[in-house]
Nanobody, 122 residues
Framework: VQLQASGGGLVQAGGSLRLSCAAS??????MGWFRQAPGKEREFVAA????????YYADSVKGRFTIARDLAKSTIYLQMNSLKLGDTAVYYC??????????????????WGRGTLVTVSS
């Protein structure tokens, strides 16, 4: 799977951004978003099961972020609202050939895109 993420940028706290990730190549079961802030480990943000559309979120973003998929475009989105300073990170798109939307481990996903930087300013 080749993953192409886009949509990062600079936004003020309280603002919104939408990330996109287009997938090509082999089939996949789950796609998700992770993020990595400077000096921290990569952490799970959200995931969605491709066939059923069920989704799962990290507690830190629940109620603020929404993951969605477009089957026709083989693309997933991460709508990020009410952004906080702590959301600043490089965001990575990931895909797994097998599994469930509740997978949250980096090792659960076997394909990764290049990150896109999200910077939230005060």
């Amino acid at each position: 799977v080749q993953l192409q993420a886009s949509g990062g940028g600079l936004v003020q706290a309280g603002g919104s951004l939408r990330l996109s990730c287009a997938a090509s190549g082999r089939t996949y079961s789950v796609m998700g978003w992770f993020r990595q802030a400077p000096g921290k480990e990569r952490e799970f943000v959200a995931a969605i099961r491709w066939s059923g559309g069920d989704s799962y979120y990290a507690d830190s973003v629940k109620g603020r972020f929404t993951i969605a998929r477009d089957l026709a475009k083989s693309t997933i989105y991460l709508q990020m609202n009410s952004l906080k300073l702590g959301d600043t990170a490089v965001y990575y798109c990931a895909a797994a050939r097998f599994g469930a939307a509740t997978m949250t481990g980096v090792r659960d996903f076997d394909s990764w895109g290049r990150g896109t930087l999200v910077t939230v300013s005060s």
